[in-house]
């Protein structure tokens, strides 16, 4: 069906599929910090290869969109085809803006400053305090020595008490030891009760406009970590925040906030990367190689290891779902969409399109190692434009540092094999909070 002003538009009962194969199992699973039960419910039962079939079905049904889903109260368009992503993506902060309602209601619960919820003009100074402070141009951030001492001392550590088995426990723990280190220097590194408290705000940011909000932990948080970063311990990011002219704009706590929460994603898509190493065996012999080798691809350490963690995020993207709300009306082909328009790109729809990309289910991190990986093809877990993540290079760089320290030390193999056969389809879920490794040698 075509609306007067021309884009098509869902019927009612394929909006309430969408609704129930697509949006309610992404909340469900948590957008700001994952339910584990759910995550693991949904890898048994599939449920993301099931919202990439219903979207299929819906191109084909519908056309190549933008798609128009009858929401009373709200316009929803939902994105299907790879130019559509790419003029989106490409048109942030406007009129694609990345700060959308509920984005808003989310992470105010704990950084209601942060860049990705600010409109112009602050936006600017917020965005260009991330691009700076996280180098988000440059392949390798120019203090990665200091960064790989400190991954290698934080794995050396997990792997000595892991004993015969690493668990997601384990290493997420030494993960943030690492990560608090990096941001804020090596007095943060046994301070959990700072990630605890960021967690508790999490849990209240999935519940967006429902949760009434915890104010008194929120200030307590901001506190802790503002005199985490006054220490502006040399090595650490904390000093580089220091050193740049911030203005009254820039609001440093609610960036930082963002990666403290943000490299928890960073960690799942390494502990997947190595489940997927480890199961591939061509894979795991091309990773030794390189790590033994130290390799590098111009000045980029470890190209085929990075390239990993990269594919691990594209068969299952931990932002599955990029949100923008157009600020003014815009013209499309088929038709007007009007301002204050939501617009959701599902990312598994484009990662996982059998009928697009022949290795939409295989462990294939060549396409990673090529100058666009993809081609036209939207491979997007980071996001592309002016809205990228800051943090694209910085979480393959320390991702694959990780990795590199472990695959170095051990050899290593999954518990439970079955759950990624490299003569089978990847499943659509990957639970990384019930994988285990074993440990030998
Ligand atoms: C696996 C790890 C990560 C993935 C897959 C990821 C992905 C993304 C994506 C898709 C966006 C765009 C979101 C949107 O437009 O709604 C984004 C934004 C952002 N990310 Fe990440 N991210 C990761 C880790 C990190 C880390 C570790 C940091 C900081 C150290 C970070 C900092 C940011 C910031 C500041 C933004 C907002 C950018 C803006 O306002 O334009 N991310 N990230």
Not at 253 to 259: I, K, N
């Amino acid at each position: 069906m075509a609306r007067p002003d021309g884009l098509s538009t869902a019927s009612i009962k394929d909006t309430l599929a969408v609704l129930g194969d697509v949006i309610i199992p992404t909340l469900g699973k948590g957008v700001l910090i994952r339910r584990p039960r759910i995550v693991a419910l949904a890898e048994r039962l599939n449920l993301d290869e099931r919202a990439v079939r219903r979207l299929q079905s819906l191109s084909r049904k519908y056309g190549t969109g933008p798609l128009l889903l009858p929401i009373p109260g709200r316009t929803q368009a939902v994105i299907l085809s790879p130019e559509h992503v790419h003029r989106v993506l490409q048109g942030a902060p406007e009129p694609f803006a990345p700060s959308t309602l509920e984005k808003h209601a989310a992470l105010a619960h704990f950084e209601p400053n942060v860049s990705l919820i600010s409109h112009p003009p602050e936006r600017a100074e917020r965005r260009y305090f991330n691009d700076e402070v996280l180098e988000s141009q440059c392949p390798v951030h120019s203090m990665a020595d200091g960064f790989s001492a400190v991954v290698g001392d934080e794995a050396r550590v997990m792997l000595a008490q892991a004993g015969s088995e690493l668990s997601w426990d384990a290493f997420i723990t030494a993960w943030y030891r690492m990560v608090r280190r990096v941001i804020l220097g090596d007095a943060a590194r046994d301070d959990h009760e700072l990630t605890a408290m960021l967690a508790k705000l999490r849990r209240a940011g999935n519940w967006a406009f429902l949760h009434p909000g915890r104010k008194g932990l929120k200030r307590r948080f901001h506190e802790r970590l503002k005199e985490h970063l006054n220490r502006t311990e040399p090595g650490s990011l904390a000093a580089r925040i220091k050193a740049r002219p911030n203005t009254d704009a820039t609001a440093p706590t609610d960036q930082v906030a963002h990666w403290l929460f943000a490299f928890d994603p960073g960690g799942m898509a390494t502990f997947r990367a190595l489940a997927l190493i480890v199961s591939h065996p061509d894979a795991g012999r091309r990773a030794s190689e390189e790590i033994s080798a130290n390799r590098t691809i111009g000045h980029t350490p470890l190209p085929f290891v990075r390239a990993c963690i990269l594919e691990s995020l594209r068969l299952w993207p931990t932002t599955p779902a990029i949100l923008r709300e157009t600020t003014e009306d815009v013209q499309w082909p088929g038709g007007v969409m009007r301002k204050h328009t939501h617009v959701l790109i599902y990312t598994p729809y484009f990662h996982r399109n059998d009928e697009s990309l022949p290795e939409a289910h295989q462990f294939a991190p060549d396409l990673w190692l090529g100058a666009a990986p993809g081609g036209h093809w939207p491979l997007i877990p980071f996001s592309e434009g002016p809205g990228i993540c800051p943090a694209h290079n910085l979480v393959p760089t320390l991702g694959s540092m990780m990795l590199a320290a472990i695959l170095g030390r051990h050899k290593i193999e999954l518990k439970d094999p079955d759950r990624l056969h490299s003569d089978r389809p990847l499943p659509g879920t990957l639970d990384n909070y019930t994988l285990r490794f074993s440990l030998t040698g």
